[in-house]
């Protein structure tokens, strides 16, 4: 019998013995308690005739159910498709259509809305519910016909014969034009990513993790919980980031390592509380979106505590590069150095340009998908066995990749590039600015126009004419002419996705369905 490294390790972290391995809505579960869970729900899908290589919808916020399910769907076999749970009917509707899933994991509020929709006769919906310590995960048949329980579980220890090359999840990106694009990773894939992060963070099986992230998510899902259950270490979930929750959480576990967006590292620095920083945090890694530089110095000037940056891809399964741990060394503004992974930059002839020059990021390896599942016909963002990632960037001297943009999200004014990072580096250091996103808009004499979005940290500055002013001369004194936006314009919001990514492609949609006018 075949089985993955991946389903053996997570089965033999889970027999050995009752200690405490996820923590959820007060309440520590032990081992022994979630392998019972994970029994209990391979009888439910054997009992709905789920083979493996079926395709399972997860739509479940952060939660103990949530860990259990997953981690059953993958050592069951099949295939875990996981979904934003707050994602409209119709959408959720498609995914279940395109990745012809047979079953479907949901939430109480989501089950009640699914049972009056159009679904496609072969899906069945388990809606899954918290009910006890003793009994923490029970599930239900959501159908027009009734409401129906599920028998209690069979307590087997039956492996699966799964190959490493066999499917395990199934992703869909969220690409900033088209219909979004299919990733299927397989087992071998995952679990070379899982390692990847266990080496390069040191973890073991005394390290405490606390995840916020939205675990639909490949970064949350393989940073956070598999690099966890793999190693033996403790997860402690939260449905989602709490500022004011955030330290007391991290003091009350031991929390060793935190993994964060950009987003919540700079809410954490506006704190207005000072805060006694526990000796058990070794690290807090940002991923998922560029992390400002100025960010970075001022978290570990407040707080002394490292700020990892890294960047990874839904290709890759997530992890691409990382910034080194103390003592060695990590630069801000950099995602770090490829890990696991071959990484080039490559200019448009695909030829390798030298350190320093500004490219297309190139990647390959274990962990790299080597095309898309749906929605890739041409199959163009894979050639010369090299996935071409889209994101541009460049390596210094040192092996560092510095991220810059991505390669649609560029400006071009007058035949001149212009990252839109860069420049929001520049306005990000200001003081009194909260958050910003620059974007091209058309200009009839230079083709594309630079133009700031800026939230500023106090509402009133608004309506300031003066600090508009301030913006202008720090980015003058700062970066060449023209990279300069021509306009700053002072906003509540940015929009952001799910995991705190600036939507700058959103952003310009929204500016020229207003009526952009030059």
Same mark, same amino acid.
């Given at each position: 019998?075949?089985?993955?490294?991946?389903?053996?390790?997570?089965?033999?972290?889970?027999?050995?013995?009752?200690?405490?391995?996820?923590?959820?809505?007060?309440?520590?579960?032990?081992?022994?308690?979630?392998?019972?869970?994970?029994?209990?729900?391979?009888?439910?899908?054997?009992?709905?005739?789920?083979?493996?290589?079926?395709?399972?919808?997860?739509?479940?916020?952060?939660?103990?159910?949530?860990?259990?399910?997953?981690? =059953?769907?993958?050592?069951?076999?099949?295939?875990?498709?996981?979904?934003?749970?707050?994602?409209?009917?119709?959408?959720?509707?498609?995914?279940?259509?395109?990745?012809?899933?047979?079953?479907?994991?949901?939430?109480?509020?989501?089950?009640?809305?699914?049972?009056?929709?159009?679904?496609?006769?072969?899906?069945?919906?388990?809606?899954?519910?918290?009910?006890?310590?003793?009994?923490?995960?029970?599930?239900?048949?959501?159908?027009?016909?009734?409401?129906?329980?599920?028998?209690?579980?069979?307590?087997?220890?039956?492996?699966?014969?799964?190959?490493?090359?066999?499917?395990?999840?199934?992703?869909?990106?969220?690409?900033?034009?088209?219909?979004?694009?299919?990733?299927?990773?397989?087992?071998?894939?995952?679990?070379?990513?899982?390692?990847?992060?266990?080496?390069?963070?040191?973890?073991?099986?005394?390290?405490?993790?606390?995840?916020?992230?939205?675990?639909?998510?490949?970064?949350?899902?393989?940073?956070?919980?598999?690099?966890?259950?793999?190693?033996?270490?403790?997860?402690?979930?939260?449905?989602?980031?709490?500022?004011?929750?955030?330290?007391?959480?991290?003091?009350?576990?031991?929390?060793?390592?935190?993994?964060?967006?950009?987003?919540?590292?700079?809410?954490?620095?506006?704190?207005?509380?000072?805060? =006694?920083?526990?000796?058990?945090?070794?690290?807090?890694?940002?991923?998922?979106?560029?992390?400002?530089?100025? +960010?970075?110095?001022?978290?570990?000037?407040?707080?002394?505590?490292?700020?990892?940056?890294?960047?990874?891809?839904?290709?890759?399964?997530?992890?691409?590069?990382?910034?080194?741990?103390?003592?060695?060394?990590?630069?801000?503004?950099?995602?770090?150095?490829?890990?696991?992974?071959?990484?080039?930059?490559?200019?448009?002839?695909?030829?390798?340009?030298?350190?320093?020059?500004?490219?297309?990021?190139?990647?390959?390896?274990?962990?790299?998908?080597? =095309?898309?599942?749906?929605?890739?016909?041409?199959?163009?963002?894979?050639?010369?066995?090299?996935?071409?990632?889209?994101?541009?960037?460049?390596?210094?001297?040192?092996?560092?990749?510095?991220?810059?943009?991505?390669?649609?999200?560029?400006?071009?004014?007058?035949?001149?590039?212009?990252?839109?990072?860069?420049?929001?580096?520049?306005?990000?250091? +200001?003081?009194?600015?909260?958050?910003?996103?620059?974007?091209?808009?058309?200009?009839?004499?230079?083709?594309?126009?630079?133009?700031?979005?800026?939230?500023?940290?106090?509402?009133?500055?608004?309506?300031?004419?003066?600090?508009?002013?301030?913006?202008?001369?720090?980015?003058?004194?700062?970066?060449?002419?023209?990279?300069?936006?021509?306009?700053?314009?002072?906003?509540?919001?940015?929009?952001?996705?799910?995991?705190?990514?600036?939507?700058?492609?959103?952003?310009?949609?929204?500016?020229?369905?207003?009526?952009?006018?030059?």
């Amino acid at each position: 019998m075949k089985v993955s490294k991946l389903t053996a390790i997570l089965h033999e972290r889970l027999r050995t013995g009752t200690s405490p391995i996820a923590h959820d809505s007060e309440h520590w579960f032990t081992r022994e308690q979630m392998l019972r869970d994970l029994h209990y729900v391979h009888d439910a899908l054997r009992t709905f005739g789920v083979a493996p290589s079926d395709r399972v919808v997860l739509a479940q916020v952060n939660s103990y159910e949530f860990v259990v399910l997953y981690s =059953a769907l993958l050592t069951y076999g099949a295939v875990v498709v996981p979904v934003n749970p707050n994602m409209p009917v119709p959408e959720l509707t498609g995914v279940v259509k395109r990745s012809e899933a047979i079953m479907a994991f949901v939430g109480p509020t989501l089950a009640e809305t699914l049972s009056a929709a159009e679904l496609p006769q072969r899906l069945r919906v388990l809606a899954t519910a918290s009910v006890n310590a003793e009994q923490a995960l029970e599930l239900s048949l959501v159908a027009s016909s009734g409401n129906g329980r599920l028998a209690p579980a069979v307590d087997t220890a039956v492996l699966a014969d799964i190959a490493e090359t066999d499917p395990a999840v199934l992703l869909f990106t969220s690409g900033t034009t088209g219909a979004p694009k299919g990733v299927l990773l397989t087992h071998f894939q995952v679990h070379a990513t899982v390692q990847n992060v266990v080496n390069a963070h040191q973890l073991t099986a005394a390290d405490v993790s606390y995840c916020f992230l939205p675990m639909f998510h490949i970064n949350a899902q393989v940073v956070a919980l598999l690099s966890t259950l793999t190693t033996g270490g403790r997860l402690v979930i939260g449905q989602k980031f709490s500022a004011s929750r955030f330290w007391p959480t991290v003091i009350e576990h031991g929390v060793t390592w935190v993994s964060a967006v950009p987003t919540v590292i700079a809410i954490l620095i506006k704190a207005v509380e000072r805060t =006694a920083v526990p000796a058990s945090l070794r690290f807090v890694r940002s991923a998922s979106a560029p992390l400002p530089a100025f +960010h970075g110095r001022r978290f570990e000037a407040r707080f002394d505590v490292p700020v990892i940056e890294s960047y990874g891809l839904t290709e890759a399964a997530s992890q691409v590069c990382v910034n080194p741990l103390p003592p060695g060394k990590h630069k801000f503004g950099s995602a770090g150095v490829p890990y696991g992974v071959e990484l080039r930059v490559v200019d448009e002839a695909e030829k390798v340009l030298p350190d320093g020059d500004v490219g297309e990021i190139v990647i390959r390896g274990r962990s790299v998908i080597t =095309a898309y599942a749906y929605g890739d016909e041409t199959g163009a963002g894979f050639r010369g066995g090299w996935f071409h990632t889209g994101d541009l960037g460049y390596i210094d001297e040192d092996g560092y990749v510095f991220i810059t943009g991505r390669s649609k999200e560029m400006i071009n004014r007058a035949g001149q590039k212009i990252s839109p990072r860069e420049v929001e580096e520049v306005i990000g250091g +200001h003081a009194g600015v909260k958050a910003c996103a620059v974007i091209g808009l058309p200009d009839d004499l230079y083709g594309e126009r630079v133009v700031a979005y800026v939230v500023p940290e106090e509402p009133l500055q608004r309506h300031d004419a003066s600090f508009k002013e301030q913006l202008r001369t720090l980015c003058v004194a700062t970066i060449s002419a023209y990279k300069c936006p021509a306009e700053f314009h002072l906003v509540e919001e940015i929009p952001l996705g799910p995991t705190g990514k600036i939507q700058r492609h959103r952003l310009k949609q929204e500016i020229m369905a207003i009526g952009y006018a030059n």
